[in-house]
């Protein structure tokens, strides 16, 4: 069974481009989450997707949106990078009435 | 708003056991989650709080206590393996949505 997969797992980029994150959930689970990580703290939540539409949305501007496709698998996009937009992006999935949330691996960006 | 309060770094040794504690003040509240996260690694889930009371997972125990807004994540018989940063992390309802701690990191030492 695999776990929650996300791609690439590395990423640099230049202020200005923009860049598209992927995610394929946990076999099973339908509801997906985006977070971001700055070194040195903890994840903050960006949106989360579920049945194709975002459900919540943390303090993220326009810059950041999303998408979820039939089968689940969802897509993190920013657009015009900033130098602090470089973190870890974490994929997390979770199954419906469930509260253990299964992370992916990350991609670490880099805008410079 | 919503702020946490947990030690940044908390050093212990091998075969001991570690209390780490998280402080909340928060509007609303479904549960309080903990979650280990080597570096460079994905977070892992660890144990979950809906109630107040203890919960035991191994090793691992969290204790809820929704009228102090006050947890902590209990680590017994230390391993090395152990050394890795844990966050508490807040549901406001049931919808998955979490908001982390700023996190401990622990190191175990020999």
């Known amino acids: 069974d695999a776990g929650v997969t996300q791609s690439p797992t590395h990423l640099i980029k230049t202020r200005g481009q923009q860049v598209t994150l992927r995610c394929s959930p946990k076999s099973g689970h339908d509801t997906v989450s985006w977070y971001q990580q700055a070194l040195g703290q903890g994840p903050q939540f960006i949106f989360q997707?579920?049945?194709?539409?975002?459900?919540q949305r943390g303090n993220f501007p326009d810059r950041f949106s999303g998408h979820q496709f039939p089968n689940y698998s969802s897509e993190l996009n920013v657009n015009a990078l900033l130098l602090g937009d470089s973190a870890l992006y974490l994929c997390?999935?979770?199954?419906?009435?469930?509260?253990?949330?299964?992370f992916g691996p990350g991609t670490r960006l880099t805008v410079t | 708003g919503q702020s946490f309060e947990q030690p940044s770094e908390v050093t212990a040794v091998e075969g001991a056991i570690v209390q780490i504690n998280c402080t909340y003040q928060?509007?609303?509240?479904?549960?309080l989650s903990w979650y280990q996260q080597h570096d460079g690694g994905a977070p892992t889930f660890l144990s979950y709080?809906?109630?107040?009371g203890l919960e035991e997972t191994g090793r691992f125990s969290s204790f809820l206590s929704r009228s102090d807004s006050y947890g902590y994540l209990l680590l017994q018989e230390l391993q090395m393996k152990d050394s890795a940063s844990y966050f508490c992390a807040w549901e406001s309802s049931n919808t998955g949505k979490l908001i982390f701690g700023q996190g401990t990191t622990l190191q175990v030492k020999p």
């Open positions: 997390a999935s979770v199954g419906q009435g469930e509260y253990e949330q299964y």
């Open positions: 997707y579920y049945e194709e539409e975002e459900r």
């Open positions: 709080n809906g109630l107040d």
């Open positions: 928060t509007s609303g509240f479904y549960g």
